[in-house]
């Protein structure tokens, strides 16, 4: 997602905050500078968990499909 997104930063961030400093998103071209990242603390009630939603993995995207495919499959055989 980094050739996409440049701001976003490798992992998710820490569901609490933990150092009053922890960064949600890099600048907007992945600047690492103070006065262009923006801090979790700045993003406004309930977004901190929004922004792990950005990191699943490729591979968990193909085994979710796959496993929602199954398992739909198995309920309409046996309606």
Excluded: Q
């Excluded at 933990?18 to 103070?34: F, M, Q, R, T």
């Excluded at 979790?40 to 193909?62: F, N, Q, T």
């Amino acid at each position: 997602f980094k050739a996409i997104n440049p701001s976003l930063i490798s992992s998710p961030p820490p569901s609490t905050e933990e150092s009053g400093h922890d960064v949600c998103y890099l600048g907007p071209n992945g600047e690492k500078d103070s006065e262009h990242l923006i801090y979790c603390r700045d993003l406004p009630e309930g977004m901190r968990a929004m922004v792990g939603s950005w990191y699943i993995h490729p591979e968990r995207h193909v085994i979710e499909y796959v496993a929602f495919v199954a398992i739909s499959s198995i309920i309409i055989r046996v309606l």
